[in-house]
């Protein structure tokens, strides 16, 4: 992921080299200035570790966001790997322009996200709805479509968005709607394959 997130972003190791520097040459200052040098110094090399850490892991997760985005599968790829109980449903629904609906039982209910590059994911969508409606009964029922358009949501995003989903369910009501939903789902359709990164950082806020 070093080599990719160097060639197509060369500006990431640089930012990360400035976030490594700036504060050791800030703590060298403090440390000339009001002294002492060796108290200060450690503590700028640290966070100058931390800060370039965190800059190239950004620069990384964008790197991978653009490489995932418009393939099939980018959305559940990007559920699979989030930390916490998200228990992902991958392509309960597709058509031949390879658009697909996955569906996620989580704490704020049910989500169900479309995505893909033809004209149908709305209708899947729509479809899905209906039919996790009908299943669930009261428990709340969200819809994701993937994309950069009105009422869309990007996919670099997506994660930020499901975790700020509010919480209505209890631990206890999650299992019932999964075993509902999982006993009127067909076979799992298969994804068709695409270049999406597999080493993508788990977890963390999508910047």
């Known amino acids: 992921m070093f080599r990719l997130t160097r060639e197509r972003d060369p500006r990431a190791l640089w930012l990360s080299l400035g976030g490594l520097v700036v504060p050791i ?13 060796w108290m200060w110094l450690p503590i700028g090399i640290m966070v100058g570790l931390v800060s370039a850490m965190n800059i190239f892991s950004r620069r990384v997760q964008r790197t991978a966001y653009a490489e995932m985005e418009g393939q099939p599968g980018a959305a559940a790829g990007i559920v699979e790997r989030m930390r ?3 228990r992902l ?5 597709i058509n ?9 039982v ?5 989500v169900i996200i479309a995505e893909g590059r033809g004209r149908g994911q709305r209708e899947l969508l729509g479809n899905e709805v209906r039919r ?12 994701i479509v993937i994309g ?3 009422g869309e949501t990007p996919l670099p995003k997506l994660q930020g968005t499901l975790m700020r989903l509010p919480r209505a369910l209890r631990r206890g009501e999650v299992d019932p ?7 009127v789902t067909a076979p799992v359709l298969p994804i068709p394959k695409g270049p999406i990164p597999r080493n993508i950082p788990r977890g963390g806020k999508i910047r």
Do not use: M, N
């Open 177 to 183: 709607i999964e075993r509902r939903l999982r006993a």
């Open 89 to 93: 449903t991958p392509a309960v629904a």
């Open 84 to 86: 916490g109980d998200w």
């Open 132 to 143: 996790v409606r009908k299943v669930i009964g009261e428990a709340p029922v969200h819809d």
């Open 25 to 37: 040459v800030i703590t060298i200052v403090l440390g000339v200035l009001v002294g002492p040098l």
């Open 148 to 150: 950069t358009g009105p």
């Open 106 to 110: 989580c704490r704020a209910g049910v």
């Open 96 to 104: 031949r322009h390879q658009d697909v609906v996955h569906r996620v």
